[in-house]
């Protein structure tokens, strides 16, 4: 719960979650929103007052992370979810709210707060400076090229690091400047930088791919969807190539025959 909720908005929130006053809560405060925002993010969007919520549920091994928002306008679903597979957050239910619009920023922050409470498991402080920084960066980016394709960069790049084991920055930015070709999204060097700095310290906590896919399939993997676009084009390309040689074989052969005959 944000600690600057009246308790009429408290009540609020609690009804809106389908739980009552008896739930385990955990509270945030602006002063610790800006403790892990506060140098990556517009003093607009951090604001003075903690409002945002969220609620956590653990789920079954395996199930991954899913993210409902309420209220929320400028952190989306996908951007949460990235941002907690690289706190380490695993298979969990979450919802994101607020009485009134707003940011959404400081509600990371208590989502991995209740999930430290709920799953008794601790995440580590840079874990938590590295998901923050990847919210707000993802945000930002959101703003310049859309939120959708930049969620889904994030995800992907995260993802190829993961698998591939890579610290070096400028594999890192290869792998940047691949992807973002892949998905049609154009980068100024300015943004590769941002993107190739975040991952670099992504890739510094190890995260096995394994677990990211599992906990983030609740995110389409567009890569996939492109890959398989493709080879359908492709084998539509190759059906009509067959098709013409199989006519001009025909017209070879009729031509052919009349000569001759």
Not at 197 to 202: A, D, E, G, R, T
Not at 220 to 232: H, V
């Amino acid at each position: 719960m944000g600690e600057d909720l009246a308790l009429q908005q408290r009540q609020q929130m609690l009804d809106l979650f389908n739980v009552d006053d008896k739930v385990r809560r955990v509270e945030v405060t602006n002063e610790e929103e800006r403790e892990y925002l506060g140098k990556y993010i517009k003093e607009e969007y951090i604001g003075t007052k903690a409002i945002s919520c969220a609620y956590v549920e653990k789920l079954d091994n395996n199930e991954g992370i899913t993210v409902e928002t309420y209220n929320i306008n400028w952190v989306t679903k996908e951007m949460y979810m990235n941002a907690l597979v690289t706190a380490g957050v695993k298979d969990a239910k979450v919802k994101v709210a607020a009485p009134v619009s707003v940011s959404g920023t400081a509600a990371l922050t208590g989502i991995i707060k209740a999930f430290e409470d709920v799953s008794g498991v601790n995440v580590s402080n840079k874990e938590k400076e590295v998901a923050n920084e990847e919210i707000a960066k993802t945000g930002k980016l959101g703003e310049e090229i859309g939120k959708q394709n930049a969620s889904q960069l994030i995800k992907e790049v995260k993802e190829e690091v993961a698998s591939k084991n890579l610290k070096n920055e400028e594999e890192i930015r290869e792998i940047v400047i691949k992807v973002a070709g892949q998905l049609d999204i154009n980068l100024n060097s300015q943004q590769i930088d941002e993107i190739v700095i975040l991952m670099k310290k992504v890739s510094e906590l190890n995260l096995e791919i394994g677990e990211i896919k599992t906990q983030l399939k609740n995110i389409s993997d567009k890569l996939n969807e492109i890959s398989e676009n493709s080879k359908e084009v492709k084998s539509l390309l190759q059906r009509i190539i067959d098709f013409l040689n199989r006519l001009f074989d025909n017209i070879s052969t009729l031509v052919k025959n009349i000569i001759e005959g």
